[in-house]
């Protein structure tokens, strides 16, 4: 039993020290893993809450990869002719800074100079971006006679093909409506969605989107016969294919504000007479 429990961290030891190497660079002593081991090699770590990317030539020399602002805080984008020059001159049009663009880019220069070396390109990847939000809204497939507005707050995951301008995407949304004292109504929504990117550049986009199927948790307060107030609550499950629209705009390197508006019509729900108002704006960053 020793024996085994001896050979399991000596594995685990090695898998650690051959995925994880410490270089110097630029008199910093960093631990960087390897993700493409070629011609040239990406390293890369998350340092101080950052990612820092860096490129090894056949020569042994290091260099990082950078992405500073100037005065006018925009981004110089340095890395792509810090790439270029180490390509000779393959396009870094569309590259982005990201672990899965320059994994790409240094696989295709490496495939396109070494017949022996083998890609380590994956079409299937996904990447996923978490967002908050909050809005109003009016609830517009519940009975509110007097149109009343009360405040809702959301999160989700979103789930898209990791490439640089990705145009279809699924989401996993929750969210929250609250209740206010002209409208005794809250509901807890968990929806499953899909978007598709209408129009789709590299600094902002707009899309639709439709709710596939929900699950809502609600809570309301109604008159009785003898006119009495009776609390009670409810869970449904509905596949109602509610339509929206939206908007994400690149704040950042890997982030987003996004502007929604959830919910304008459903295929499967009436709306209750009011027209839809269901506005969120949020944040949204890359994971």
């Given at each position: 039993m020793k024996k085994i429990l001896v050979a399991i961290l000596f594995c685990m030891a090695f898998q650690i020290n051959y995925s994880q190497q410490t270089y110097n660079v630029n008199g910093e002593s960093l631990e960087l893993k390897t993700e493409v081991d070629g011609k040239l090699d990406l390293l890369w770590n998350t340092i101080d809450g950052k990612y820092r990317?860096?490129?090894k030539s056949e020569d042994g020399s290091i260099t990082e990869l950078k992405n500073t602002k100037d005065d006018n805080n925009d981004y110089q984008e340095e890395y792509k002719s810090t790439l270029s020059?180490?390509?000779?001159?393959?396009?870094?049009?569309?590259?982005?800074?990201?672990?899965?663009?320059l994994?790409?880019?240094?696989?295709?220069?490496?495939?396109?100079v070494d017949s022996n070396y083998t890609s380590t390109s994956t079409e299937s990847s996904v990447q996923f971006r978490l967002g908050f939000s909050g809005g109003i809204t009016n609830s517009p497939f519940v009975g509110n006679p007097d149109n009343?507005?009360?405040?809702?707050?959301?999160?989700?995951?979103?789930?898209?093909?990791?490439?640089?301008?990705?145009?279809?995407s699924g989401f996993l949304q929750a969210r929250h409506a609250f209740e206010s004292d002209d409208f005794k109504y809250s509901t807890t929504e968990l929806a499953l969605g899909y978007r598709f990117r209408f129009i789709n550049k590299e600094t902002f986009s707009i899309y639709g989107q439709v709710k596939l199927a929900t699950i809502n948790f609600s809570d309301f307060t109604f008159l009785d016969?003898?006119?009495m107030e009776v609390d009670s609550n409810e869970t449904s499950f509905d596949i109602p294919f509610i339509f929206g629209i939206g908007s994400d705009i690149?704040?950042?390197n890997n982030s987003y504000?996004?502007?929604?508006?959830?919910?304008?019509?459903?295929?499967?729900?009436?709306?209750?007479?009011?027209?839809?108002t269901d506005i969120?704006?949020?944040y949204k960053f890359n994971l």
């Open positions: 990317y860096f490129v020059n180490l390509t000779n001159g393959m396009s870094t049009d569309k590259l982005k800074l990201t672990l899965y663009s994994r790409n880019y240094i696989d295709s220069y490496n495939v396109s009343t507005k009360t405040p809702m707050i959301g999160a989700e995951l979103e789930i898209f093909e990791a490439n640089a301008i990705p145009r279809h016969e003898n006119d690149k704040v950042g504000i996004t502007i929604i508006y959830g919910e304008l019509f459903a295929a499967f729900l009436d709306n209750q007479g009011n027209f839809s969120a704006v949020g």
